[in-house]
C-alpha cells in the first residue's frame, strides 16, 4: 500500500524548524545543500511555528513559509505539512486565558510549554480552524507537499469547567440516566452515590481517585476528546484538498489514548520511535522497538511511518549516549523491515536555545557535514534509494499469530489495587509473550475487543491478562478455539465487565469449560520472593511477581508449582476444546520459560519464521516481502551459516555460506533469483 501518493517512495529526512532561523538566510540555503548530500527526500515543516506563521491575531505571514518550501521543491525535497496547534502563541494566551489547560488540581496552567490547550475551548478550536484553513488554502495543491501532520505527540488531559462539563455529556450520552451510571460504577461504596450530573468531576487528587470505574471512564473520554479534535483539524485541511492523506505522530505504547481508536480517523499511521539503545547487548530493547513497530502496523493494518528517530541521541533520559557504530542504520532498517515507509528524524538541525537544544540532530550546533553523525544519515539514505524499487511496495508476511492488545483492559489493569497493586504491568507482560516470536522472526499483530474484531484467520491467539471482558470477546475466543485455534490465556483474566465491574461467577467469566480450569486466588511474591514451576518434561523455571492458584476442572496439568502452600497444584493447563486447544498459564513465568513455551508451540503449528536457521542470541531475522533483515543486536560480532543461496539486496553480491555479521549491523538478503527491479 502506498501512504503517500504523491511521493510513492521511501521517505528520508525529518523535523525541520527553519522559523527559528529566519534572521540566517545564508544557514537555511546551506540546510538545503545538505540535505541534498544526505539524500533527504521530505522534511515535516511548521509543526511549531505557529507564531511566525500568524505573529498578530488574523495576521498570517506566509512569505517565509513560501521561500523555504520553493527552496525545497527545487532540490527536489517533498513537505510534510504541520497544523502547528501543539503550540500556541503568547499573544492567544494573553488575550484568550481559556485557551490554556486546567490540571488536575483544577488549576489554570499559565502560557509557555507545548500541549497546553484545552481541547473544548470553542475560542481555541475557532483559532486551530483558523490557521487550519488558511495554510490548506495557500498550500494543499503545492507540489511540494505530500502529506499532513496534524499537531504533535498528542498527550494530557484538560479538567477546566468546559472538559469537566463534556465529560459529563459524554457520561448522559454513555449511560443515559444517573441510576445506570450509579450501577456501573457501584458508587454505593464509600457513599458515593450521584444525585445530579453536576456532582460528577474528573479523577483527581484533590477529590476522586478510588472508583476504579471513573479513572476508565474518563481514559475512554480523553481518547474521544483527543480524537475529536483530530477529527476536527482534519475537517479543516481537507476541506481544501480531501486526497491529501493526513497523519498524526503518535508514541510508542502511549498510556494517555487508545491508539486503535485516534488510528480510525488518521489516513497514515504514524510514530515517534527512540529507544533506550546501550550499546551492550540490546536484544531487550530491540524487542520493545520491535513490538511498538508492529503495533503501529496493527492499527491499521497497513504500513506505517516513523516520523521521528533519533540520527545520534536524545535529552530527556537520566544519561542520553550516542549511537554506537552501525546502529544508526541497524534500527532505521528495523523500522522498515517491520512495515515502516519512511526513516524520518527529528531533528535537522539542533537549535540554539530550550528544550531540545542538546537533543540530537543531522546537523550539530558546528553546522559541519564532514561528521560521523552526518555520514551515518547519507548512508540510511543512499540505502533506502536502493531498496525503494525492490521494497517499497513489499507487504509485511500476513501473521498467524494474535495478540489481544486492549487500552481499556490496559488502564484497568494498571490501576487496579490488587496483588500487585499498580504493578501488575500490563504492557512488560505483553512484551514478554511476544519476544519468542521476534526472536524467531515468526509475524506476529495485535488486535482490541473492538466489536468487529474478527479472529478467525489466526492459528494462535494470546491474552495477557485479558482483565476485562467486553464486547462479546468471551464468545470469540470460545467461538476460535471450537473451530481449531489454539488459545492460550493468562492469569488476571475475566474478572469484570466493561465497566470495571467484576463478574459474580468463576474466572476466566464464562471461559471455565474452554479452559478446563478456573482461577481461585491469586498470590502475589515480594520482589525478593520466587517460586518455581515444573514442566511436564521436568525442565523448572522462575515464577516471579503473580503465582494464581488454579481449579482443575478436566484439564491436563502441563506445570506444577514447586514451592508454598499451593506447591504440586497447577501452574499451567492445557485443555482441549472442540477441534482446538486452551492453554492457561496462571503465574508470571521467567521469560526462558515463555520463550521455551512458544517456541515449541510454534513448532507444533508450523509457524513459518523468516529463516529456518538456528541464530546465536541476539541476531534476528524478519522478513518483508522476498527480502530478510539480519539484525545484530548482541554488542558482538556473530557468525552463522543460511540454508540456500542468497545475494546482498544492496550490491547484488552473493552472500558467502557463513555470515559474519559484526555488533549493532543490519545487512538485507534475498534469494539470488530475485528481481531488482520487481515491485
Not at 515507509?341 to 559541519?368: C, I, P, T
Not at 504493578?423 to 466489536?451: K, Q, S
Not at 511474591?525 to 516471579?544: I, W
Not at 497447577?570 to 508470571?588: E, L, V
Request: with cysteine; net charge negative.
Amino acid at each position: 500500500m502506498v501512504l503517500t501518493p504523491r511521493f510513492p517512495h521511501f521517505l528520508h529526512g525529518g523535523d525541520y524548524n527553519p522559523d527559528q532561523w529566519l534572521d540566517r538566510e545564508d544557514i537555511l540555503e546551506k540546510d538545503a545543500e545538505a540535505m541534498e548530500k544526505a539524500h533527504v527526500n521530505a522534511v515535516s515543516l511548521g509543526i511549531f511555528a505557529w507564531d511566525a506563521l500568524e505573529p498578530e491575531e488574523g495576521v498570517y505571514d506566509f512569505a517565509w513559509l513560501d521561500r523555504v518550501m520553493d527552496r525545497l521543491w527545487r532540490r527536489g525535497i517533498h513537505v510534510i505539512l504541520a497544523t502547528p496547534s501543539g503550540a500556541r502563541p503568547a499573544w492567544m494566551a494573553e488575550k484568550y486565558p481559556e485557551v490554556l489547560r486546567v490540571n488536575s488540581e483544577f488549576r489554570r496552567n499559565h502560557f509557555g510549554g507545548r500541549h497546553n490547550h484545552c481541547p473544548s475551548s470553542p475560542v481555541y478550536r475557532e483559532k486551530v480552524r483558523g490557521i487550519d484553513t488558511a495554510l490548506a488554502r495557500r498550500y494543499a495543491s503545492h507540489p511540494a507537499v505530500i502529506l499532513w501532520h496534524i499537531s504533535n505527540e498528542f498527550s494530557g488531559d484538560c479538567y477546566c469547567p468546559l472538559c469537566q462539563e463534556r465529560f459529563r455529556d459524554w457520561l448522559r450520552e454513555k449511560y443515559g440516566t444517573l441510576d445506570e451510571l450509579n450501577r456501573a460504577w457501584f458508587t454505593g461504596f464509600w457513599s458515593m452515590r450521584y444525585t445530579a450530573w453536576s456532582q460528577i468531576e474528573p479523577p483527581s487528587p484533590m477529590g476522586q481517585m478510588s472508583n476504579l470505574s471513573l479513572l476508565l471512564d474518563w481514559r475512554r473520554f480523553s481518547t474521544w476528546q483527543c480524537r475529536d479534535f483530530i477529527s476536527m483539524e482534519k475537517e479543516a485541511v481537507h476541506a481544501c484538498n480531501p486526497e491529501l492523506p493526513c497523519t498524526a505522530n503518535l508514541m510508542e505504547a502511549f498510556w494517555d489514548y487508545d491508539y486503535f481508536s485516534l488510528a480510525e480517523v488518521l489516513d497514515v499511521v504514524s510514530w515517534d520511535n527512540y529507544p533506550a539503545w546501550r550499546g551492550g547487548d540490546d536484544e531487550r530493547v530491540a524487542c520493545g522497538a520491535a513490538l511498538n513497530h508492529d503495533m503501529m502496523y496493527a492499527l491499521k493494518k497497513q504500513p506505517f511511518l516513523m516520523m521521528e528517530s533519533t540520527p545520534s541521541n536524545v535529552n530527556w533520559h537520566s544519561v542520553n549516549k550516542l549511537k554506537k557504530p552501525g546502529m544508526h542504520l541497524l534500527s532505521s532498517m528495523q523500522a522498515v523491515a517491520h512495515g515502516s515507509q519512511s526513516v524520518l528524524y527529528f531533528q535537522w538541525r539542533k537549535g540554539r536555545g530550550n528544550a531540545e537544544m542538546f537533543h540530537g540532530a543531522v546537523l550539530s550546533h558546528d553546522g559541519r557535514s564532514d561528521t560521523r553523525v552526518f555520514r551515518d544519515v547519507t548512508e540510511v539514505g543512499e540505502i533506502l534509494e536502493k531498496l525503494d524499487g525492490k521494497l517499497y511496495a513489499a507487504d509485511v508476511p500476513a501473521a498467524r499469530v494474535c495478540i489481544l492488545y486492549d487500552w481499556n483492559c490496559r488502564w484497568a489493569v494498571e490501576n487496579a489495587q490488587t496483588g500487585l497493586a499498580h504493578g501488575m504491568a500490563y504492557h512488560e507482560t505483553v512484551l514478554n509473550h511476544y519476544h519468542a516470536f521476534w526472536r524467531a522472526g515468526i509475524p506476529v499483530t495485535f488486535c482490541d475487543m473492538r466489536e468487529e474484531t474478527d479472529l478467525s484467520g489466526f492459528s494462535l491467539v494470546i491474552c495477557p491478562q485479558l482483565y476485562l471482558f467486553m464486547n462479546g470477546i468471551e464468545e470469540k475466543l470460545r467461538a476460535f478455539t471450537e473451530a481449531g485455534g489454539t488459545l492460550v490465556m493468562t492469569y488476571f483474566s475475566g474478572i469484570a465487565d466493561s465497566t470495571n465491574l467484576t463478574f459474580l461467577g468463576d474466572a476466566p467469566h464464562s471461559l471455565t469449560d474452554v479452559f478446563g480450569v478456573r482461577e481461585t486466588e491469586m498470590d502475589a511474591l515480594y520482589p525478593d520472593e520466587e517460586n518455581t514451576v515444573v514442566m511436564d518434561n521436568g525442565r523448572t523455571y522462575r515464577a516471579t511477581g503473580i503465582c494464581s492458584l488454579l481449579a482443575e476442572e478436566g484439564c491436563e496439568v502441563a506445570g506444577t508449582y514447586g514451592k508454598d502452600f499451593y506447591a504440586g497444584g497447577a501452574a499451567i493447563t492445557r485443555n482441549a476444546y472442540g477441534k482446538g486447544t486452551a492453554w492457561y498459564i496462571g503465574a508470571r513465568l521467567d521469560p526462558d520459560c515463555l520463550d521455551d513455551f512458544y517456541t515449541s508451540l510454534a513448532s507444533s503449528l508450523h509457524l513459518e519464521p523468516a529463516l529456518d536457521v538456528s541464530l546465536p542470541r541476539g541476531v534476528i531475522a524478519h522478513r518483508r516481502g522476498d527480502m530478510v533483515f539480519l539484525q545484530n543486536y548482541s554488542g558482538k560480532p556473530a557468525f552463522f551459516s543460511l540454508p540456500g543461496s542468497w545475494q546482498d539486496a544492496c550490491t547484488d553480491e552473493k552472500v558467502p555460506d557463513t555470515v559474519e555479521l559484526p555488533a549493532w549491523s543490519v545487512r538485507m538478503i534475498c534469494k539470488e533469483s530475485l528481481s531488482g527491479t520487481g515491485e
